[in-house]
T-cell receptor, first 114, second 109 residues
Framework: NAGVTQTPKFRILKIGQSMTLQCAQD?????MYWYRQDPGMGLKLIYY???????DKGEVPNGYNVSRSTTEDFPLRLELAAPSQTSVYFC?????????????FGPGTRLTVT | GENVEQHPSTLSVQEGDSAVIKCTYS??????FPWYKQELGKGPQLIID?????GEKKDQRIAVTLNKTAKHFSLHITETQPEDSAVYFC????????FGAGTRLTVKP
């Protein structure tokens, strides 16, 4: 299994541009999550999904959108990028039952908005 | 919502010594407390976790203790090795996971 994969690894955006961060998992996990990690800080939850077609906001959802059309994929969309969205973004997944299972994290996408 | 505080922010120990990292949480209904290790350029990786119905859990050189009354939990690493050097995060979960700000552990050979 590849686990949780994220693309791209790095990206530089200009203010106002849009982009989609890709996340995929091959473990047939129901739960998927997007976090952001600012320098010297812990991770903050942006959006999560408990299954295909179901998404919900986390702690810091403003400026982002998600969709979950398949079990495997959970893309994160940034519209009108702002410097405050400069961060490292991590996708994670979790098996059936949610809380009883470990979260597996992807390697991250480092995004800079200038 | 849940607030997790983690101390210290940096910790330097000599190889072979023990390291202790402490976290407090605010939501008494939180019921899952994982610890993650994050190496440079990588995503966090779970190293140990504990649930609210357990007071202590050990896995080789790593142990976690939970005091529900005081709402704090701690990570203990014994016989530290240079490869233990990394950033460690605690987290607490009720409906969603809230993370501490991290501790950068350096183990000097």
């Amino acid at each position: 299994n590849a686990g949780v994969t994220q693309t791209p690894k790095f990206r530089i955006l200009k203010i106002g541009q849009s982009m989609t961060l890709q996340c995929a998992q091959d473990m047939n996990h129901n739960y998927m999550y997007w976090y952001r990690q600012d320098p010297g800080m812990g991770l903050k939850l942006i959006y999560y999904s408990v299954g295909a077609g179901i998404t919900d906001k986390g702690e810091v959802p403003n400026g982002y959108n998600v969709s979950r059309s398949t079990t495997e994929d959970f893309p994160l969309r940034l519209e009108l990028a702002a410097p405050s969205q400069t961060s490292v973004y991590f996708c994670a997944s979790r098996g059936p039952g949610g809380f009883v299972n470990e979260q597996y994290f992807g390697p991250g996408t480092r995004l800079t908005v200038t | 919502g849940e607030n997790v505080e983690q101390h210290p922010s940096t910790l330097s120990v000599q190889e072979g010594d023990s390291a202790v990292i402490k976290c407090t949480y605010s939501d008494s209904a939180s019921n899952y407390f994982p610890w993650y290790k994050q190496e440079l350029g990588k995503g966090p990786q779970l190293i140990i976790d504990i649930r609210s119905n357990v007071g202590e859990k050990k896995d080789q050189r790593i142990a976690v203790t939970l005091n529900k009354t005081a709402k704090h939990f701690s990570l203990h690493i014994t016989e530290t090795q240079p490869e233990d050097s990394a950033v460690y995060f605690c987290a607490a979960e009720r409906y969603d996971m809230r993370f501490g700000a991290g501790t950068r552990l350096t183990v000097k050979p």
